[in-house]
């Protein structure tokens, strides 16, 4: 079957850290990009950031709200994804969703169900 | 960044009803735009991309349009199971985009 699955969410202090990981099942991993999308409660979608394939170098990219706190790696011997998350604030409380991206067409074709993240004191 | 504007914010409308959504991007996308479906406490999933271009195993109730800055969906027959929130996205530049959502409430 062709899935997403993210795990490693929970309730984590303000200033602390986590990683959330993407196992991925039923495709090649390694062709696709990989996108991580938030969404915090009640509110809309947020794109947090991607990793390219090897054959682009594995480069990320960021959203600002991220930039130099999160850091998106992969494993494709693993077909998983990482997100690790540092100096967490109560403004990153959200489920974080990890996609695949579409070649070409730069659209994200396949969801997971998401993992909460709750940062509070 | 570019801004994706949507309205409206939200909607009611009856099973059967032709339900117009429309997304404004900021500056030029071409057509690299996306639409979303989210489900109430699912996780998204892709209905239209390249603006017109209908993903694999959705109803053809659905069609999208539209090409620079100004983009719309369109559910031709709205059906129980269409209720939810409808998302765009942007993929011509980064950081990606969304629209802040149309919510579809049926009546």
């Known amino acids: 079957e062709v899935q997403l699955v993210e795990s490693g969410g929970g309730l984590v202090q303000p200033g602390g850290s986590l990683r959330l990981s993407c196992a991925a099942s039923?495709?090649?991993?390694?062709?696709?990009?990989m996108d991580w999308v938030r969404q915090a409660p009640g509110r809309g979608l947020e794109w947090v950031g991607r990793?390219?394939?090897?054959?682009?170098?594995?480069?990320?990219e960021y959203a600002a709200s991220v930039k130099g706190r999160f850091t998106i790696s992969r494993d494709d011997s693993k077909n998983s994804l990482y997100l690790q998350m540092n100096s967490l604030k109560t403004e990153d409380t959200a489920v974080y969703y990890c996609?695949?991206?579409?070649?070409?067409?730069?659209?994200?074709?396949?969801w997971g169900r998401g993992t909460q993240v709750t940062v509070s004191s | 960044d570019i801004q994706m504007t949507q309205s409206p914010s939200s909607l009611s409308a009856s099973v059967g009803d032709r339900v117009i959504i429309t997304c404004r991007a900021s500056?030029?996308?071409?057509?690299?735009l996306a639409w979303y479906q989210q489900k109430p406490g699912k996780a998204p999933e892709a209905l239209i991309y390249s603006a017109s271009s209908l993903q694999s195993g959705v109803p053809s109730r659905f069609s999208g349009s539209g090409s620079g800055t100004d983009f719309t969906l369109i559910i031709s027959s709205l059906q129980p199971e269409d209720l939810g929130t409808y998302y765009c996205?942007?993929?011509?530049?980064?950081?990606?985009?969304f629209g802040g959502g149309t919510k579809v409430k049926i009546k």
């Open positions: 996205q942007q993929c011509k530049s980064y950081p990606v985009t």
């Open positions: 990793t390219r394939k090897k054959t682009n170098g594995y480069t990320t």
């Open positions: 039923g495709f090649t991993f390694s062709d696709h990009y």
């Open positions: 996609a695949r991206v579409r070649d070409n067409s730069w659209y994200l074709d396949l």
């Open positions: 500056q030029d996308i071409s057509r690299c």
